[in-house]
């Protein structure tokens, strides 16, 4: 009897799937050590870059144990380093922070997912290191004066209660009574996140149309620049309608390099990933906010993030450049 039984599909899958996110961060993270010309930030990337190179490394030890063939994911042949910067000091660690942040809601994922205590543990132990590097960049941006706190509140005095079923208003059946009550901080919290992870993307994929080699996808680079500035302005109204300021990051604006660091195929990939976790990320706004008005607004975002995500997905199948995860046994074909 083996010492352990065999991978089953949904910890085949999510591993397959930290293969790719995984590789492509290496990529990432090679370029940004090499261009970072701030010594404590230099060491935050470099230091992840070995965490997450001995990951990958576990992850194709277990392919291999279990005579499943190791992903493509993404390779040198996918990141420049000769090339000049791209990115101004400081969006390094907010792009690192964001990657983070990512991977913590995937591998607290994936743990409910895994059943093998070594698959388990392996995504436990991936957890515990996104978390680490989560805090020390936001602390590195915090001390630089690059990342901006939430908005600030009066402390509550006394418990309230909800009294009545306007509380959930935004849309008055009175057509003349425009009033919405003022936001409350949860719904704050989360307004604020998705104008500061809508600047970083802003910015990430303002860079990548920049030195983009294909047309079309400089193009598709481009509209997600517009659709992110839109989602800002318009959280930043609603903030504004509650006398709310929201201040945005200050660092890491794009240079005018337009020599590519990274691959379309990488570039395109980075994208849909951050689309995926936009997705979710309003999926929580929705599911959190109490007042009618900001669900529908979040609904509507998801929905216009679907459809640019669904676009990136027929550019990379029309490219070659969509690895198709592994797929379970199509009995009809093995029976006929």
């Known amino acids: ?10 910890e085949l899958g999510t591993l397959w799937l930290t293969y790719q996110e995984k590789t492509m961060a290496l990529r990432l993270l090679e370029y940004f050590k090499l261009k970072a010309d701030d010594d404590q930030a230099k060491d935050i990337i470099t230091n992840l870059y070995e965490e997450v190179e001995h990951f990958i490394e576990k992850i194709n030890a277990t392919f291999q144990q279990e005579g499943a063939v190791i992903p493509v994911g993404f390779t040198s042949e996918d990141v420049n380093i ?3 910067k791209l990115y101004d000091s400081g969006f390094d660690i907010m792009f690192v922070r964001l990657l983070n942040e990512i ?19 392996m995504f436990k ?26 908005p600030y509140v009066s402390m509550p005095k006394s418990v309230e209660f909800v009294k009545d079923k306007d509380y959930l208003g935004g849309f008055p059946m009175n057509p003349f009574n425009n009033k919405k009550r003022t936001l409350n901080t949860v719904e704050v919290s989360h307004l604020h996140h998705s104008i500061e ?16 080699s294909n047309e079309e996808i400089r193009k598709y680079f481009l509209e997600g620049a517009e659709l992110s500035k839109s989602i800002i302005k ?10 709310v300021l929201s201040p945005e990051p200050s660092g890491g604006h794009v240079t005018r390099s337009t ?11 980075c994208t849909s990933l951050f689309c995926s976790f936009a997705m979710g990320s309003n999926s929580l706004g929705t599911a959190f906010s109490l007042r ?4 529908a607004k979040n609904a509507a975002f998801m929905k216009d993030i679907f459809e640019y995500a669904h676009k990136a997905a027929k550019i990379m199948i029309k490219n070659g450049w969509m690895e198709e995860p592994p797929q379970m046994e199509e009995r009809k074909q093995i029976i006929e």
């Open 1 to 10: 009897m083996p010492d352990k039984p065999a991978i089953s599909s949904s």
């Open 82 to 84: 000769g090339v000049p």
């Open 103 to 121: 991977s913590m809601g995937l591998h607290s994922l994936n743990i409910t997912m895994s059943f093998r205590e070594d698959i388990t543990i």
């Open 125 to 150: 132990e991936m957890t515990a290191v996104t978390q680490k590097y989560y805090l020390l960049c936001t602390q590195y941006l915090l001390e630089k004066g690059l990342l901006p706190r939430s």
């Open 197 to 212: 992870s809508n600047v970083t993307g802003m910015q990430m994929i303002t860079g990548f149309a920049q030195c983009a």
């Open 234 to 243: 318009e959280i930043r109204e609603v903030l504004l309608e509650s006398n």
């Open 259 to 269: 020599s590519a660091p990274f691959s379309d195929k990488l570039m395109m990939y």
């Open 292 to 295: 009618n008005d900001l669900a």
